[in-house]
T-cell receptor
Framework: AQRVTQPEKLLSVFKGAPVELKCNYS??????LFWYVQYSRQRLQLLLR??SRESIKGFTADLNKGETSFHLKKPFAQEEDSAMYYC?????????????FGKGTLLTVNP | DSGVTQTPKHLITATGQRVTLRCSPR?????VYWYQQSLDQGLQFLIQ???????AKGNILERFSAQQFPDLHSELNLSSLELGDSALYFC?????????????FGPGTRLTVL
């Protein structure tokens, strides 16, 4: 079974402060991990995926297989980063791939 | 708009009723996914179709069913509705199902069961 845990429902930081959104996963195979973001009144969209090893909008995420974590980080938060963030894992479920989401973390960046 | 579209945007109905939610995938995408988003359960995968055939099932109730038509649009049917079915229902699409393929989400249909 595959599971994604985002321990923080809510996270509030001030503009310019570092931010880290935590994500832990459980999966027996080799996972593909993603971060999706949902800005207010917008649809869910992909922010980044671990295989790309890229930085999007200043965000990075490193897959730590030892700790089974994929935390999302940004050194200096901006007000426009306020959104709902979902960590997701793509893994085999039977003979098909399934995307499993965490419950999400609502990030608020205060001025 | 060549992205994923969903209709209707909002739906208000009574317990015991049946509703149909519609999704049109992005142009060129063959795979469609349905998700239910509620405050307590988060985003839950319901079911996936690829080129008209069911590929994977998640936490979908027996009262719910879906299908994908030859033109690749999909419908999610919810019957014998209960108060707890009130949620945001998202449809997503991808080119093909696969481990690393990005899913593109629609704007969602907000269902309220009174």
């Amino acid at each position: 079974a595959q599971r994604v845990t985002q321990p923080e429902k809510l996270l509030s930081v001030f503009k310019g402060a570092p931010v880290e959104l935590k994500c832990n996963y459980s999966y027996s195979g080799s996972p593909e991990l993603f971060w999706y973001v949902q800005y207010s009144r917008q649809r869910l969209q992909l922010l980044l995926r671990h295989i790309s090893r890229e930085s999007i909008k200043g965000f990075t995420a490193d897959l730590n297989k030892g700790e089974t974590s994929f935390h999302l980080k940004k050194p200096f938060a901006q007000e426009e980063d306020s959104a709902m963030y979902y960590c997701a894992l793509s893994g085999l479920s039977g003979s098909n791939y399934k995307l499993t989401f965490g419950k999400g973390t609502l990030l608020t960046v205060n001025p | 708009d060549s992205g994923v579209t969903q209709t209707p945007k909002h739906l208000i109905t009574a317990t015991g009723q049946r509703v149909t939610l519609r999704c049109s995938p992005r142009s060129g995408d063959l795979s469609v996914y349905w998700y239910q988003q509620s405050l307590d359960q988060g985003l839950q995968f319901l079911i996936q179709y690829y080129n008209g055939e069911e590929r994977a099932k998640g936490n979908i109730l027996e009262r719910f069913s879906a299908q994908q038509f030859p033109d690749l649009h999909s419908e999610l049917n919810l019957s014998s509705l209960e108060l707890g079915d009130s949620a945001l229902y998202f449809c997503a699409s991808s080119v093909v199902p696969g481990v690393g393929n990005e899913q593109f989400f629609g704007p969602g249909t907000r269902l309220t069961v009174l």
